[in-house]
Nanobody, 117 residues
Framework: QVQLVESGGGLVQPGGSLRVSCAAS????????MSWVRQAPGKGLEWVST????????YYADSLKGRFTISRDNAKNTLYLQMNTLKPEDTALYYC??????????WGKGTLVTVSS
């Protein structure tokens, strides 16, 4: 069965950096686009970034360009999100999701990132 398990969240000070990971299993990871989506406390889901199968094409929400970097290691079946210059408004539960066409058909349970001094 498909499993997506996020890790690496935690408390970071404003201006700091953090890398979250998503370990994938139960499907051929290298065959699928993958995405990161976040949900801030009390708010709706916000798409963050998407990466193609080989990792050569990446897409970002306009508000995050330049601070966040998505990447993947197909040999390790792992998706990453490097987050730099973090702001309090980046505080959220970060989910990874597998794409099927334009839909996100499987999601992890999320990892919490808190940006606070």
């Amino acid at each position: 069965q498909v499993q997506l398990v996020e890790s690496g969240g935690g408390l970071v000070q404003p201006g700091g950096s953090l890398r979250v990971s998503c370990a994938a299993s139960g499907f051929t990871f290298s065959n699928y686009y993958m995405s990161w989506v976040r949900q801030a406390p009390g708010k709706g889901l916000e798409w963050v970034s998407t990466i193609n199968t080989a990792g050569g094409l990446t897409y970002y929400a306009d508000s995050l360009k330049g601070r966040f970097t998505i990447s993947r290691d197909n040999a390790k079946n792992t998706l990453y999100l490097q987050m730099n210059t973090l702001k309090p408004e980046d505080t959220a539960l970060y989910y990874c999701a597998k794409l099927w066409g334009e839909s996100m058909d499987y999601w992890g349970k999320g990892t919490l990132v808190t940006v606070s001094s």
